[in-house]
């Protein structure tokens, strides 16, 4: 991105929540590949994508440290869930940590597995779930639905992932 352009989003973007700032902070000390985070700028566009639609249900298939988690799930209506999907076991525990301290713990459910392998449980929070996702070797897709079911019309944020139903 251009210097010059990213300063002025900077220069008018809310600042960086700081549990959210010290998430990224931490992220970068701690793991190897911390530029899977998706960081403030694009946290904070998700954020507003999240709030514009005001989602009952959110499906995050590769959760990482859980910044874009947190982001979404402000969005989320008040009895709205996320439901994230992360293969790396070791980052549970961090990730859930900082889903409390940023207070939407109770709004986010993580599984611990690969897609593949959790996809034939049962993840029903309420709402149906497509019955295909096909993500390859994605690190992340975010599905948000403004209602109760995730359609193909549902918003979507990701790399080159389709949803069939």
């Known amino acids: 991105?251009?210097?010059?352009?990213?300063?002025?989003?900077?220069?008018?973007?809310?600042?960086?929540?700081?549990?959210?700032?010290?998430?990224?902070?931490?992220?970068?000390?701690?793991?190897?590949?911390?530029?899977?985070?998706?960081?403030?700028?694009?946290?904070?566009?998700?954020?507003?994508?999240?709030?514009?639609?005001?989602?009952?249900?959110?499906?995050?298939?590769?959760?990482?440290?859980?910044?874009?988690?947190?982001?979404?799930?402000?969005?989320?209506?008040?009895?709205?869930?996320?439901?994230?999907?992360?293969?790396?076991d070791e980052l549970a525990g961090f990730n859930r940590s900082y889903f409390t301290k940023a207070g939407v713990g109770s709004k986010i459910k993580s599984i611990t597995g690969r897609l593949q392998d959790v996809a034939a449980m049962n993840l029903r929070a309420g709402p149906e779930i497509p019955r295909r996702i096909d993500t390859g070797q994605l690190p992340a897709v975010n599905i948000l639905a403004p209602d109760a079911k995730v359609t193909p019309a549902a918003v979507t944020r990701s790399e080159n992932a389709r949803i069939d139903r």
Not at 22 to 36: A, E, G, I, S
Not at 53 to 78: D, H, Q, R
């Open 1 to 88: 991105m251009d210097r010059e352009l990213e300063k002025y989003i900077l220069d008018h973007s809310t600042t960086e929540d700081p549990v959210l700032e010290d998430l990224y902070r931490q992220t970068h000390l701690r793991f190897v590949n911390p530029n899977m985070a998706c960081g403030h700028l694009q946290g904070k566009f998700i954020e507003m994508i999240s709030r514009m639609v005001n989602p009952s249900f959110i499906l995050e298939i590769g959760t990482f440290t859980g910044y874009s988690a947190i982001c979404l799930a402000k969005g989320l209506k008040n009895d709205g869930i996320l439901i994230t999907i992360e293969p790396n």
